[in-house]
T-cell receptor, first 112, second 115 residues
Framework: KNQVEQSPQSLIILEGKNCTLQ??????????LRWYKQDTGRGPVSLTI???SENTKSNGRYTATLDADTKQSSLHITASQLSDSASYICVVHAGNNRKLIWGLGTSLAVNP | SQTIHQWPATLVQPVGSPLSLECTVE??????LYWYRQAAGRGLQLLFY??????ISSEVPQNLSASRPQDRQFILSSKKLLLSDSGFYLC??????????????FGQGTRLTVV
């Protein structure tokens, strides 16, 4: 069964600190993996997209990694800001159709 | 540039009433269109997707229906709302292609509360 699991479910950090969010997936065949940021009450916004041949991709203070062998991805946030408070969702695109398999997200709270 | 419009932002409807949520995309042609629902504390659930005018695929059996009367218009409807239809509804679009790394762009969502 195609699944995407994220950890931790929620996380609280202090402003300026770094954090890493985890994503494990069992989607097959794999096409690409995406990380989205969703502010409360808003639509998700894409942070990164990676194919199986990409190990790391950065978008400002966000760096995503992908290990296609172990089927794991991480999102590292550097020097967190209050505006980073949001839900971060890992999404895997199954290669045999147009379906996106969504994780439940990690709720991140950055406190001053 | 491409933009996606979704309205209304919030909606409170009584049980048994009809529903119509509209989504339009600008700046692109022949997009793939999607309707998602996100219940509180849950992940996004794909409800419908469309690869062209009049072509609708339903992912889950439910009380809702979707239509695509124009290339860049996607409508989510219900004849009689249930309490369980409450949730956050998101419209999204992406460019076509199974083998192309495409990105999905989301509208701002509609918060539906059925009372």
């Amino acid at each position: 069964k195609n699944q995407v699991e994220q950890s931790p479910q929620s996380l609280i950090i202090l402003e300026g600190k770094n954090c890493t969010l985890q994503c494990n997936y069992t989607v097959s065949p794999f096409s690409n993996l995406r990380w989205y940021k969703q502010d409360t009450g808003r639509g998700p916004v894409s942070l990164t997209i990676m194919t199986f041949s990409e190990n790391t991709k950065s978008n400002g203070r966000y760096t995503a990694t992908l290990d296609a062998d172990t089927k794991q991805s991480s999102l590292h946030i550097t020097a967190s800001q209050l505006s980073d408070s949001a839900s971060y969702i890992c999404v895997v695109h199954a290669g045999n159709n147009r379906k996106l398999i969504w994780g439940l997200g990690t709720s991140l709270a950055v406190n001053p | 540039s491409q933009t996606i419009h979704q309205w209304p932002a919030t909606l409170v409807q009584p049980v048994g009433s009809p529903l119509s949520l509209e989504c339009t995309v600008e700046g692109t042609s022949n997009p793939n269109l999607y309707w998602y629902r996100q219940a509180a504390g849950r992940g996004l659930q794909l409800l419908f997707y469309s690869i062209g005018i009049g072509q609708i695929s339903s992912e889950v059996p439910q009380n809702l229906s979707a239509s695509r009367p124009q290339d860049r218009q996607f409508i989510l409807s219900s004849k009689k709302l249930l309490l369980s239809d409450s949730g956050f509804y998101l419209c999204a679009w992406s460019s076509l292609g199974d083998r192309v790394v495409t990105e999905a762009f989301f509208g701002q969502g509609t918060r539906l509360t059925v009372v």
